[in-house]
């Protein structure tokens, strides 16, 4: 027996070399698996950088090209101005509206059962699936010169379309999904208990929507304001249908860009641009803030 274990400890490499052999499968192994996350972020970092930052400097670039003064001659005119002017009233207009709305569908979808509820998660969906083409077409048949009710606006002297309430409601339309499918999630995971035990220490409905429900959704309403503003100022599609495309009165700011650069105004059109991409860094920016917030307050 002593010489067995004599001999054993005589060879210890014998004993070691197993285990070196299976730690080599074990570091390739691990090494390869590494670079899956490497390839994967490598992948998706030049997708952003040729489909998103690229093009994005590429409209700074192009803005400043003709110098400074060019720049703030382009902003300045009265034109592009007034079209700066619409595209922040119909925002200021449509994002109260759809906070509104959103809250109240919101609450109501995720608070009680109600006959119809599929449904109006499901209108609420529209926006999404119908292009805003076809909605700015649905405006004008209903409240264009021959639409159904153009005849009875023309008798008051009311305008609709080709106007700013035209764009407004259309804007309106595209946008007003935002806050509700924001906060439908939030208000469902939340459940019903802490309203309930409001209710039973007498708290009004009104009270319970202030003081508990919406403290608690707080960062989603937020959100849901940001990306709702957002979408606000740069649609396109359906406010061009309903505009008219009228000069420095119902042109807004990316319908103005469109009409500079078919008219070859190239510095012009992406000095035009320029604020709209300037306002979308600043959504990104403070959609950041948000979201650190909310995971900083969860924490």
Known sequence: MLAVLDEVAAK?????????????????????AALVPIALITIALLYVAVALLIPLVAVFVEAFRKGVGHYFTSISDPEAWSAIQLTFTAAAIAVPANLVFGVTAAW?????????KALLITLIDLPFSVSPVVTGLVY????????????WLQEHDIKIIFAVPGIVLA????????????????????????????????????????????????????????LCNARAMGEFGAVSVVSGHIRGST???????????????????????????????????????????YLASQR
């Open 12 to 32: 210890p490499t014998a004993l070691a070399r197993p285990a070196a052999v299976r730690s080599g499968p074990l570091r390739t192994s691990s090494w390869k």
């Open 251 to 293: 042109n807004t700011l990316p319908l103005h860009v469109e009409i500079l650069y078919n008219e070859y105004n190239f510095a012009a059109a992406f000095a035009c641009a320029s604020l709209l991409a300037f306002l979308a860094l600043v959504t990104l920016v403070v959609k950041t803030v948000v979201e650190r917030r």
């Open 140 to 151: 004008v048949l209903i409240f264009g010169l021959q639409g159904w009710l153009g005849p």
């Open 171 to 226: 804007t309106i339309f595209v946008t007003f999904p935002f806050v509700a499918r924001e906060l439908i999630p939030l208000m469902q995971a939340q459940g019903r208990e802490e309203e309930e035990a409001a209710v039973v220490l007498g708290a009004s409905g009104w009270q319970t929507l202030w003081r508990v429900t919406l403290p608690n959704v707080k960062w989603g309403l937020l959100y849901g304001v940001i």
């Open 108 to 116: 109501a979808i995720a608070k009680f059962d109600f006959r119809g």
